[in-house]
């Protein structure tokens, strides 16, 4: 058969620039491929919620693209391809995952594409980290390294607008006291269509012929599925929100789960909106005087920081950083959390942030780290499994999205390869930067007796389990000290073991 290759669109390669010709792209009058393959669904209980959005968002891009694209709904990948291509050469951009790159190397008739969507080359990356272990893996140094290769709020002669490269202390207040919400309009918010119903009937036909299980609800989807959603959800964010997202960044409020932020993850990693677009926008915003520098620069660390490092590390540190297991933790994640059943959890803040994750899945950074997280390395929960979960509950998750995050970040299982301590809280933290505390059944103040925080006892007793490790790091040796001191210390460590993995 004549004429140009096919290429084949993964269900996060949904935007235009994974379409546009280059040196390195597909030809411009391709057809295009996508397969919608069932074993995907079969293999692990994801989100309801997630399930929904990605079929939905393909099902959208199906659509716009009209009669170039040949949509195949198949047993598995392999089938879809010789279904779609028969035995004609295909192109594809590289996809984000592991998993999937072993697939599409491992076709015939397969050509790789330099992978799109990100704004850092690997070649780049690699030049800066160097071979492993040569060098500290430091965000900051990084994060430098793209703003100037981007030019990204940079005055002419090279050097940061403000003075300041990191903004971080002004971006670390609590919430306004005695607000239930931050005045401001909500996130934007699609419309469901007919794709979605579409969608929806066919999950609840495939669920109840027992062919797939899900986790959490599938209420009205929340975030964009399409490019025009998503082009409207950036206008807004950027015109309405980001001025507030800076100060306001690291702050909890239990009726308002969005705070400031964004939510704009969800398209970024279903590929309908490009990172340089998303920091230009906010570039401009601040430079016509719409947005505060605070605010436009943690927004722009977040996405050319932040999530170009996680990416990378994905890929730099190896398959073996996913065994990465430094603590020893093996607990393995109990019912109650892995079902998302936050009725059986008295705790506020976890019942709270659990409950989010159940209808929506989603929220934001600090719930994730310091909350969900928090919860699972003062008890010891095995962090591959942690990962997984992350991966399949959100609908932001992805597994180059979660490696990094869960196993360095979250749950310091690489020793500190990429963070300088581990991000272990009490309660005291929680109240500074939350209004979950007031009407909880818990006093965060509290080590003993009834009323004792639960994260305040965890972290305590995470502090006295790992106090070696700890007790030699500068960042944290200062816990060892004040827990040697502590009045009780063996009383509430007996608690901590007779509570268990029992919910909080």
């Known amino acids: ?184 309009p909500p996130p934007f918010e699609p419309v469901e269509d007919e794709i979605d119903d579409r969608v929806r009937a066919d999950l609840d036909r495939w669920e109840r012929a027992g062919e797939v299980g899900f986790v959490g609800r599938d209420g009205p989807r929340r975030f964009a599925a399409t490019r025009p959603e998503a082009e409207q959800a950036l206008a807004h964010f950027v015109g309405h929100r980001l001025a507030d997202f800076g100060r306001f960044e690291d702050a909890v409020l239990h009726a308002d789960p969005w705070m400031a932020h964004s939510a704009l993850s969800v398209p970024l990693n279903l590929g309908l909106l490009d990172p340089g677009e998303c920091v230009r926008a906010a570039e401009t915003a601040y430079r ?25 590390l994905y890929w730099y540190l190896g398959e073996d950083y996913r065994h990465a297991n430094r603590l020893g933790h ?29 209808d929506h899945g989603w929220v934001h950074h600090i719930p994730r780290l310091m909350v969900l997280g928090n919860w699972a390395l003062q008890h010891g929960w095995e962090p591959r499994e942690l990962t997984d979960w992350f991966h399949r509950c959100f609908v932001d998750g992805y597994d180059w999205v979660m490696l990094a995050n869960v196993v360095g970040m979250s749950q310091y299982a690489d020793g500190g390869r990429i963070t300088t301590k581990p991000y272990a809280a009490g309660g005291a933290y929680l109240n500074r930067m939350s209004d979950f505390c007031r009407p909880c059944r818990y006093r965060p103040t509290e080590r003993l007796g009834p009323q004792a925080c639960p994260f305040t006892t965890g972290y305590w007793a995470f502090v006295h389990r790992h106090r070696d490790l700890l007790a030699a790091n500068h960042r944290t040796s200062r816990a060892v000290a004040g827990m040697r001191r502590l009045a009780g210390l063996p009383e509430l460590l007996d608690a901590e073991r007779a509570r268990g993995q029992t919910p909080p």
């Open 1 to 184: 058969m004549s004429g140009p290759c096919p290429h084949w669109v993964f269900g996060d390669q949904l935007g235009p620039h994974f379409l546009a010709p280059g040196e390195d792209g597909p030809d411009p009058d391709a057809p295009i491929v996508m397969i919608e393959a069932r074993s995907v669904l079969r293999r692990r209980r994801f989100h309801r919620a997630k399930a929904h959005l990605v079929l939905s968002a393909m099902r959208h891009a199906a659509a716009a693209l009209g009669e170039r694209v040949r949509y195949v709904q198949a047993d598995s990948y392999r089938e879809g391809l010789a279904r779609a291509a028969g035995r004609r050469r295909v192109t594809v951009c590289h996809p984000t995952s592991r998993a999937a790159l072993r697939l599409v190397e491992g076709l015939p008739r397969v050509t790789v594409l330099p992978p799109r969507g990100f704004l850092v080359p690997f070649a780049d990356f690699r030049r800066w980290a160097g071979e492993p272990g040569e060098r500290r893996l430091l965000l900051e140094d990084f994060y430098h390294r793209v703003r100037r290769a981007e030019h990204l709020l940079l005055e002419p002669d090279g050097t940061p607008v403000g003075g300041r490269w990191n903004l971080d202390r002004d971006n670390r207040q609590p919430p306004p006291a005695g607000a239930a919400a931050l005045v401001l």
């Open 288 to 312: 016509a005087g719409r947005v505060p520098l605070n605010s436009a620069e943690g927004f722009v660390r977040q996405l050319a920081g932040w999530r170009e490092y996680v990416w990378q």
């Open 330 to 358: 093996r607990e393995p994640l109990p019912d109650w959390f892995r079902d998302l059943d936050a009725e059986a959890v008295g705790a506020r803040c976890l019942a709270g942030v659990l409950a989010e994750v159940r």
